[in-house]
């Protein structure tokens, strides 16, 4: 650990002089907002959020947060965001050393063969052919054994690939949600959540499951508008 703060002007004044890889940062402060701190960074480092209220979590997937842990969460809560945030530290590629000439493997090739080339695009190993997918363009993620399908706008059939629903759930940005153990959604191409259902389009429903309702719901509440 490179510093504890206890305040967010505290925590300013030696990102001044020193880098850190990740935060683990609080939101509600007496002295400035977690999330105003952040966003006044010039060059942050990897974020992990934690406060005891879910309305921040929208706002905490805007500013590309690595996780974010609802008060009071415990070890296993906390040691699966350090995981996250070791995942994507690892996709930042190794610099050469002097006299290195030759190009150097990604780190954050997948045992599938998946390789992130910028945030906003995947390579999925599908068969013989490695496929580029546009995130922003997947609805959503159905896992089908040790394999999954992962479905794309304007794409009748999805793209099926050897790769675990966790190394899948720690690449994708924070607009992607698992509400289902099998399933994985793009929340910005949801058409309807009716019941314990979403439904992405007027035909695909799909199930939200025990363990991840709460959070699924914490997040429509801080875009419900109404009554």
């Known amino acids: 650990m490179a ?97 290195d000439t ?7 090739e997948t045992e599938s063969g998946a390789v992130g080339e ?4 995947l390579f999925l190993k599908s068969d013989s052919r490695i496929v580029k997918v ?3 363009d997947i609805r959503y993620i159905e896992a089908m054994s040790e394999y ?5 706008d304007s794409q009748p059939k999805p793209v099926i690939t050897l790769l675990s629903m966790k190394k899948m759930e720690q690449r994708l940005p924070g ?3 698992r509400i289902h153990r099998s399933y994985i959604i793009n929340l910005t191409k949801i058409h309807e959540v009716n019941k314990n259902r979403v439904f992405m ?4 429903a799909l199930p939200i499951g025990d363990l991840y309702k709460e959070t699924f719901l914490a997040y429509l509440d801080t875009r419900f508008l109404g009554k």
């Open 3 to 99: 510093a504890q703060c206890q305040s967010a002007l505290e925590a300013r004044a030696f990102l001044e002089h020193d880098t850190v890889d990740a935060i683990f940062c609080d939101i509600n402060m007496p002295d400035l907002n977690g999330m105003d701190f952040v966003k006044g960074l010039v060059a942050p480092p990897l974020i992990v959020f934690t406060t005891a209220y879910s309305e921040y979590a929208v706002e905490g997937f805007k500013v590309n947060a690595v996780d974010y842990l609802l008060k009071p969460f415990g070890l296993q809560e906390f040691r699966r965001a350090a995981d996250r945030v070791r995942e994507r530290l690892a996709q930042v590629p190794l610099p050469p050393s002097a006299g």
């Open 118 to 121: 910028a945030s906003d695009v």
């Open 102 to 108: 030759a190009p150097r493997k990604p780190r954050n």
């Open 201 to 204: 389009d007027e035909r695909t």
């Open 175 to 177: 607009y992607f949600m």
């Open 148 to 152: 999954m399908k992962v479905w794309i």
């Open 134 to 136: 546009s995130v922003p």
